[in-house]
């Protein structure tokens, strides 16, 4: 995990797409993003369907993720043992540090009731402090299997 401060509201937004398109697509979160304050990008391993989007996903992504985003859930946090975490999620991205001993713990983030994944980085409080997100474009490369979703936030 990087120790780069990435804007909270694009961050939060990030987690609230990477949630939906694990729902829309079963593909998995982000495996990589760059999250700046005006323009940010996700990377989604999208072998599984391999392709890009269609301008109709793209539009019901769009809609499914301003809707929560609409809902003004609260973001929280809480602490939860290592090995409970690793039943629940996929860990594989984790630093080795991450399960050093064997009282580790693991800060899971939780966008309401819709999102949950493990997180060390800093969030809004309520998604009402989002914005709207708007996805600017996607693109899939057909070498990697890496879908691009290049979103921005509208105030």
Do not use: W
Not at 29 to 44: G, I, M, Q
Not at 92 to 111: K, N, Q, W, Y
């Amino acid at each position: 995990m990087s120790e780069k401060i990435y804007p909270p509201e694009m961050h939060t937004a990030e987690h609230i797409l990477g949630g939906t398109m694990v729902r829309m697509f079963g593909c998995g979160r982000a495996v990589t993003t760059h999250l700046e304050k005006k323009k940010s990008k996700a990377d989604f391993d999208f072998r599984n369907i391999g392709r890009n989007l269609t301008p109709e996903e793209t539009d019901d992504l769009t809609r499914i993720v301003n809707d929560q985003i609409g809902r003004h859930q609260a973001v929280t946090a809480r602490m939860v043992p290592y090995a409970a975490a690793a039943q629940e999620f996929d860990l594989s991205r984790l630093p080795e540090t991450a399960a050093a001993g064997p009282d580790a713990m693991l800060r899971i983030v939780c966008v309401g009731d819709y999102d949950r994944c493990p997180c060390i980085g800093e969030h809004v409080s309520n998604t009402s402090e989002i914005g709207r997100l708007r996805i600017v474009s996607t693109d899939y490369d057909e070498q990697t299997g890496i879908l691009r979703i290049r979103f921005k936030l509208d105030r």
